[in-house]
């Protein structure tokens, strides 16, 4: 079998390079190769099951934490893979094995990267610089929030921007008033949270809006972007002939022709049990920032000895994430009676995103769509009236539980740098996806306990503000790799990274890694709509070279 372009994934990069190239070469021949199986999406049926057998996503304390609908085999479960290091990094629930890759369940917050973060050495001395800047991915980020449908707020001057969003920002709710009000009177800065969940628009468009039933993990409507239903509107109307994708198959291994040619993958059917080598003109490893490296790890040969790519040893290297810290303190009277309206946070402060705070490393704030709530002795709540009245509670009950003593939240995301101890690397033994298990070895950093201890003193003067007491960490430091980065680092040479500005591998001329591994450095913010403006940056770049 010979195909012009291989693309390893079918997650959010892998869909918008073939949408991208499809839309412009319709007739090109691409094989999208997936190691999970399919799960239902848009599915009335699902969503009705969530509201009769009352087990949607507020059930949990997260929506992340509830996989209520089906069992979910395709997730690494605890004791999978193995983390060393003196950092927990654990990869359970931090992503997806699955058409549609990790946006299957992604929360869908879509931030662009400042300029700022592009120049990091730069700036700090501590990482690399990007290969690129901010005004050449500029339109491509424009691009990106049209093809992920991102609401936000057009006049937000946090990021430059020179096309408005495809659907205005949601309005903030009235629980945001009192992170609201603290911020200003902090003078921090704050914005709508850009959100990928489509709006109402003047132009026609083939996706239902949000209608806020925060059910979002399986949207009924498709209203959250999830690369699956845009790979399955692909496959069934694109009308593209020689497109395809078999899911069920790992690819374990990509050949050489020489020391500059990629050839070939070589998979797995999971599905019969047999292997099978598939020749490509251009090959994309778009596998997530995990299994990229570890695919070029260990496809070792004569001409890449220690894995293609990685003469200078830097492959599965640098690895980081973004650690999330979840904040709360008690306020004594709810005396508007606030409670989540949203299954998606609508405020965010990028007030210690900026320059000034690049050195010590950034951070966001969010007012989550869990706070305020409710905490009972006997079981944990959030004021969500339903659940009260589940709980057999009365009216008067109710109303007195929601206007006393609630707790207010305040959570968000650290930068960490890059250092090249901190790596991920193939384990031996092999998992249930017929794939090879990860090994990360993480250390975080001696001043990151300085600067968290920095942004736990920040969120205690939020709370003080709103005349609530009692900081605490609400969860434990999660260092979960939902943002797994930087293990394929892109560099202006092959001394300090892997890919070069177009995200082909240093001294290939036709292998390119398109996921979060390519990053230089990944800022304060959810890495997601970087990653789609690169994919279509990629795209742009193959139709070209075709
Ligand atoms: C619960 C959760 C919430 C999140 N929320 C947000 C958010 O709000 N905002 C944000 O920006 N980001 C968020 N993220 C992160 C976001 O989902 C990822 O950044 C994004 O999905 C990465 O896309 P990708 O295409 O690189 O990889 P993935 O979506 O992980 O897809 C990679 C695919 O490659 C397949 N694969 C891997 N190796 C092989 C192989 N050898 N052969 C064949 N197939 C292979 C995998 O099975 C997988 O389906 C969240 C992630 C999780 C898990
Ligand atoms: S809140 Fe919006 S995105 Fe979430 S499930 Fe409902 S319609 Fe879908």
Redesign the pocket.
């Known amino acids: 079998m010979k195909r012009d372009i291989v693309i390893?994934?079918?997650?959010?990069?892998?869909a918008a390079i073939a949408s991208k190239i499809l839309n412009h070469q319709p007739a090109a021949s691409i094989l999208m190769?997936?190691?999970?199986g399919r799960v239902k999406l848009r599915d009335f049926a699902l969503f009705q099951n969530y509201l009769l057998t009352n087990k949607l996503p507020a059930d949990s304390r997260s929506i992340?934490d509830s996989f209520a609908d089906l069992p979910y085999a395709d997730r690494d479960k605890p004791g999978e893979n193995v983390s060393l290091g003196t950092t927990l990094i654990p990869l359970n629930?931090?992503?997806?094995?699955?058409?549609?890759?990790?946006?299957v369940?992604?929360?869908?917050?879509?931030f662009r990267l400042k300029p700022e973060d592009f120049k990091l050495s730069t700036n700090t001395g501590k990482g690399v610089d990007w290969a690129i800047d901010y005004q050449t991915l500029e339109p491509y980020y424009c691009e990106a929030e049209h093809y992920i449908g991102v609401s936000g707020d057009s006049g937000d001057t946090v990021t430059p921007r020179t096309r408005d969003y495809p659907f205005r920002e949601f309005p903030f709710t009235l629980e945001d008033s009192l992170h609201i009000e603290s911020f200003k009177k902090l003078g921090f800065g704050y914005s709508h949270l850009p959100i990928a969940r489509h709006g109402f628009s003047n132009t026609i468009s083939s996706h239902a809006p949000c209608q806020t039933t925060g059910t979002c993990k399986y949207c009924p409507f498709g209203a959250r972007f999830a690369?699956a239903n845009h790979l399955d509107d692909l496959r069934m109307y694109g009308g593209y002939p020689n497109f395809t994708i078999q899911h069920n198959?790992?690819?374990?291994e990509i050949s050489m022709d020489s020391k500059s040619r990629a050839r070939a993958v070589r998979i797995f059917n999971k599905e019969n049990s047999t292997r099978e080598t598939v020749e490509a003109e251009t090959i994309i490893i778009?596998?997530?920032?995990i299994?990229s490296p570890k695919?070029l790890l260990r496809s070792v040969s004569e001409f890449w000895k220690n894995g293609i790519g990685n003469d200078n040893d830097l492959v599965g290297r640098n690895f980081i994430t973004h650690p999330y810290f979840s904040y709360k303190a008690v306020l004594p009277e709810n005396d508007l009676n606030l409670r989540p309206e949203m299954g998606f946070p609508t405020l965010v402060s990028r007030h210690f995103d900026s320059e000034a705070e690049q050195g010590a490393g950034k951070f966001i704030l969010v007012n989550p769509p869990s706070s305020p709530f409710v905490e009972s002795s006997d079981n944990v709540m959030k004021p969500d009236v339903s659940l009260f009245m589940k709980a057999g509670k009365t009216r008067e009950e109710i109303a007195g539980l929601l206007a006393g003593r609630v707790n207010v939240q305040i959570q968000g995301l650290i930068e960490v740098f890059s250092e090249h101890k901190n790596r991920v690397v193939n384990s031996d033994k092999r998992n249930r996806?017929g794939?090879l298990e990860t090994v990360v070895n993480f250390t975080e950093d001696e001043e990151f306990k300085e600067r968290i201890n920095q942004v736990k003193a920040t969120a205690d003067k939020i709370f003080e503000q709103m005349g609530a007491a009692d900081t605490v960490e609400e969860r434990p430091l999660s260092w979960r790799a939902?943002?797994a980065a930087c293990t394929a680092r892109m560099s202006k040479s092959d001394q300090t990274g892997v890919v070069d500005r177009n995200l082909k591998i240093h001294g290939i001329e036709n292998l390119y890694v398109c996921?979060?591994a390519s990053f230089a450095s990944s800022g304060a913010v959810?890495?997601?709509?970087t990653?789609a403006a690169l994919s279509l940056r990629l795209g742009d770049h193959l139709v070209k070279r075709m």
């Open positions: 390893i994934g079918s997650g959010v990069a892998a190769l997936e190691a999970g992340y629930g931090a992503r997806l094995m699955v058409l549609g890759g990790s946006t369940h992604w929360g869908g917050w879509s690369a198959t790992v690819v374990e778009a596998s997530g920032a299994e695919l996806f794939m939902d943002h996921s979060n959810n890495p997601t709509l990653l």
